[in-house]
């Protein structure tokens, strides 16, 4: 099993930029590929980005592609989501989540691990 901490949330400006954070505790991180989703009130769970088990060819939804950077350090057992360039749109409750396949995935139901979520809000 392998225990997931989000962090770095919070209110930012139309424009702005955060970082979230990820952090993996119990089993080997890099045996996981890892993803991002987000959920706002009201709605369903949606894909924002992954990445496979090396690092290499993440892949995002259309909606943060360009201003979103996912990225993993498999020696400090974390994941990162580089937000720039923030939405009103983007406001949400965002989600780490961990696969033990090797490449993630779009579908949710794909992930075995979750972390408890961070909330972002974005101010117009």
């Known amino acids: 099993q392998v225990q997931l901490v989000e962090s770095g949330g919070g209110l930012v400006q139309a424009g702005g930029s955060l970082r979230l954070s990820c952090a993996a505790s119990g089993r080997t991180f890099s045996n996981y590929a890892m993803g991002w989703f987000r959920q706002a009130p009201g709605k369903e769970r949606d894909f924002v980005a992954a990445?496979?088990?090396?690092?290499?060819?993440?892949y995002y939804a259309d909606a943060v592609k360009g201003r979103f950077t996912i990225s993993r350090d498999n020696a400090k057992n974390t994941m990162y989501l580089q937000m720039n360039s923030l939405k009103p749109e983007d406001t949400a409750v965002y989600y780490c989540?961990?696969?033990?396949?090797?490449?993630?995935?779009?579908?949710?139901?794909?992930?075995?691990?979750w972390g408890q979520g961070t909330q972002v809000t974005v101010s117009s």
């Open positions: 989540a961990a696969d033990l396949g090797p490449s993630g995935s779009r579908s949710a139901i794909q992930y075995d691990y």
């Open positions: 990445i496979p088990r090396s690092g290499g060819m993440p």
